[in-house]
C-alpha cells in the first residue's frame, strides 16, 4: 500500500468552470476526510466519510462544492462554478476508526 | 469556539539549540492534542500525540491543561528538524474524528 493517493496534483482552471478531484484512501481504511489549505493557514476541515456516508460538512462548504464515496472507496470533490477564492491545496485524509489520520500529498487548484 | 494557537510563523535556532515550538488551545472540554509535521516536498504526516506520552525523533511534548498549552520541545536541534509544524486538536466525543489544527511554525535549523 503506497499510502493515500489524490489526483490530479495540481489543477488550473478559469473561473466559473467546474473541477473534480480525486482521492484513493488506504485499503481497509473507512474513514475518508477533505481538508483545504491556504497559504499561511493550516489544514481546515471541509467534510468527513465513515464509509460511503457523509456525515459530516463543514460550513466552509458552500452549495458549489459537493463530495461523494460511492461504494466506501475512493471519494471525489467537486467544485462547480469556481472563484478565484478557491484557489488552494485541497488535503485527503484517511484513518482506520478513529486511529491516526494518513494525509495524501494534495491538489493545488489554481483558479485564473 | 475551538481554536489552536501557534503565535511563531517562523523559528529560526542553530543546530544543537534548544527548540520550543509554541501551541495554546481553546476548547470547553477534554481534546486529544497532536503534532503534525511536513519536510519539504512531503505530505503532513503525524509526529506525537499527547496521549501516547512518547519521544520521537527526540521531540516532546506535554498537554498543560491549565495553562491550555501543548508546546513542542527538543533539547538539541538537527538540521533535518527544519520543516512546518503544526500543531492540532481532535475534540474528544464527538464522531468525527476531525482535526483542528493551527496556522503552522516554520523551523528554520541553521548549520
Known amino acids: 500500500d503506497t499510502g493515500v493517493s489524490q489526483n490530479p496534483r495540481h489543477k488550473i482552471t478559469k473561473r466559473g468552470q467546474n473541477v473534480t478531484f480525486r482521492c484513493d484512501p488506504i485499503?481497509?481504511?473507512?474513514?475518508l476526510y477533505w481538508y483545504r489549505q491556504t497559504l499561511g493557514q493550516g489544514p481546515e476541515f471541509l467534510t468527513y466519510?465513515?464509509?460511503?456516508?457523509?456525515?459530516?460538512k463543514s460550513r466552509l462548504l458552500s452549495d458549489r462544492f459537493s463530495a461523494e464515496r460511492p461504494k466506501g472507496s475512493f471519494s471525489t470533490l467537486e467544485i462547480q462554478r469556481t472563484e478565484q477564492g478557491d484557489s488552494a491545496m485541497y488535503l485527503c485524509?484517511?484513518?482506520?476508526?478513529?486511529?491516526?489520520?494518513?494525509f495524501g500529498p494534495g491538489t493545488r487548484l489554481t483558479v485564473t | 469556539a475551538q481554536r489552536v494557537t501557534q503565535p511563531e510563523k517562523l523559528l529560526s535556532v542553530f543546530k544543537g539549540a534548544p527548540v520550543e515550538l509554541k501551541c495554546n488551545y481553546s476548547?470547553?472540554?477534554?481534546?486529544?492534542l497532536f503534532w503534525y509535521v511536513q519536510y519539504s516536498r512531503q505530505r503532513l504526516q503525524l509526529l506525537l500525540r499527547?496521549?501516547s506520552r512518547e519521544s520521537i525523533k527526540g521531540f516532546t511534548a506535554d498537554l498543560n491543561k491549565g495553562e491550555t498549552s501543548f508546546h513542542l520541545k527538543k533539547p538539541f536541534a538537527q538540521e533535518e528538524d527544519s520543516a512546518m509544524y503544526y500543531c492540532?486538536?481532535?475534540?474528544?466525543?464527538?464522531?468525527?474524528?476531525?482535526?483542528?489544527f493551527g496556522t503552522g511554525t516554520l523551523l528554520a535549523v541553521q548549520p
Open positions: 492540532a486538536l481532535r475534540p474528544l466525543g464527538g464522531a468525527t474524528n476531525k482535526l483542528i
Open positions: 485499503s481497509e481504511h473507512n474513514r
Open positions: 466519510f465513515q464509509n460511503e456516508a457523509q456525515l459530516e
Open positions: 499527547h496521549i
Open positions: 485524509a484517511s484513518s482506520r476508526g478513529i486511529h491516526e489520520q494518513y
Open positions: 476548547y470547553s472540554g477534554s481534546p486529544e
